[in-house]
């Protein structure tokens, strides 16, 4: 069982930042200060400037650039596993986080013209919306962009923006469209303030819109060039990891937050329930077999979906640093663990949440507010059991799949 965060450990100095264990211990050091901001957080509606700050000062963005633009380049599976950490601490900052980290791998499939534009800037973050609701226009260099994007994640605390763009409908036997991203700087599109929701509420995961604004041709990348690694980037690096087809690796970006959000639930449950007594007999809760069965059932599905998604991720990167093409029906499997996981977790903490009584219903419960953060990463596209399941089911019956994310 996890210990509570109360007992995180100092970070200790090290020549290598960057090594997985040293990486963890930030993030875990970081975790607590994440859990007293959570409430405002939520309530607030977006990531506070603070917790962007720390991510900085802890040394947990930048994890994936590459060693060309002064990154690190870490492993992806090791650079994410400080999700769950970060998890434990307040779901919302753990998406944000994990939504702006994948981008250093977006970046990286753009031409070289942009890559030193956007790195070449200190502390430079971005949002995005992968829905191609951009309708382009030719222009001299580049095209001129209008559309409305919703759900842009930490969009607040961006300076980019990285949006879809429907530049065409298939041709030459493609069954896709020809989509496009096109990257947006701040100032560029205007923040709608309608993150009214239920879940991951601190996320600030805003709609946007511009007008008729010129996007450059070196700020665009093709679906389809990201999808079969044939992006003017993917030319440009010489570590294999972005030189791999990209969407497979997006759903594990959700994974490790999510599981790390189940084991901060499973914290706050044991702290309350080892001071609490029942309102009536005002006897111990921490004496009931109930809850015993309760923590050990809900701590064991939070650590079979954790082992799950890390076998799965490891055993990605393993093959890409080896220079093999995962098969089609080794990404449905890890497609299936990515959904499976976040499954697990939000069942594990609808155990604590039937357990936690009437004081669970209050909005600064931290378990009731992770429950909340798991439907509503459960109903993103990359993490939904349905659609993954799905996905896996096709494959294995010998069918072939429309998933973007396999």
């Known amino acids: 069982m996890s210990a509570s965060l109360a007992s995180a450990p100092a970070v200790k100095p090290d020549a290598d930042p960057y090594r997985a264990a040293n990486l963890l211990a930030r993030a875990r050091a970081l975790a607590p200060k994440l859990r007293e901001r959570s409430y405002a957080t939520n309530k607030s509606g977006r990531i506070p400037e603070e917790t962007i700050a720390d991510l900085w000062d802890y040394k947990l963005n930048y994890l994936l650039r590459p060693k060309k633009f002064g990154g690190p380049a870490m492993r992806p599976d090791e650079a994410f ?29 753009f031409p070289e013209e942009f890559q030193h534009e956007y790195w070449g800037k200190d502390r430079t973050l971005s949002a995005s919306s992968f829905l191609p609701n951009g309708k382009p226009t030719p222009a001299n260099g580049g095209v001129r962009v209008s559309g409305k994007w919703s759900f842009c994640s930490g969009v607040d605390n961006a300076d980019w923006l990285f949006l879809g763009a429907f530049f065409g409908p298939p041709s030459g036997g493609s069954p896709m469209p020809d989509i496009r991203y096109v990257m947006v700087p701040k100032g560029d599109y205007q923040i709608l303030d309608d993150w009214d929701v239920m879940g991951l509420c601190g996320t600030g995961s805003k709609s946007v819109v511009i007008d008729d604004k010129f996007v450059p041709n070196h700020r665009i990348v093709s679906h389809k060039e990201m999808s079969d690694a044939t992006s003017p980037g993917s030319r440009l690096h010489a570590e294999p990891v972005y030189r791999t087809p990209i969407w497979s690796f997006v759903p594990f970006t959700i994974s490790s937050p999510a599981c790390g959000i189940a084991q901060g639930a499973l914290d706050a449950f044991i702290d309350e329930m080892k001071v609490r007594d029942d309102s ?19 701590s064991a599905m939070i650590d079979s979906g954790d082992l799950l998604y890390k076998r799965s991720y490891r055993e990605t990167i393993d093959k890409v640093l080896a220079g093999e093409v995962p098969s089609l029906e080794f990404r449905s499997r890890s497609r299936r663990d990515q959904g499976y996981c976040v499954k697990q977790a939000k069942a594990a903490v609808g155990l604590l949440v039937d357990a936690s009584g009437g004081r669970g219903l209050y909005a600064s419960n931290h378990v009731q507010r992770c429950f909340r953060d798991l439907q509503a990463v459960s109903g993103h596209i990359v993490a939904n059991w349905d659609v993954a399941a799905y996905s896996y089911g096709q494959i294995a019956l010998g069918g072939t799949s429309t998933d973007t994310f396999v």
Not at 86 to 100: E, F, K, Q, T, Y
Not at 281 to 293: C, D, E, I, R
């Open 81 to 109: 596993a400080a999700g769950f950490e970060l998890g434990r601490g307040d779901g919302s900052a753990a998406w944000v986080w994990s939504v702006m980290l994948i981008h250093d791998l977006f970046v990286a499939h």
């Open 280 to 298: 009536f007999a005002h006897s111990p809760l921490s004496k009931k077999p109930g809850m015993h069965v309760r923590i050990a059932e809900a």
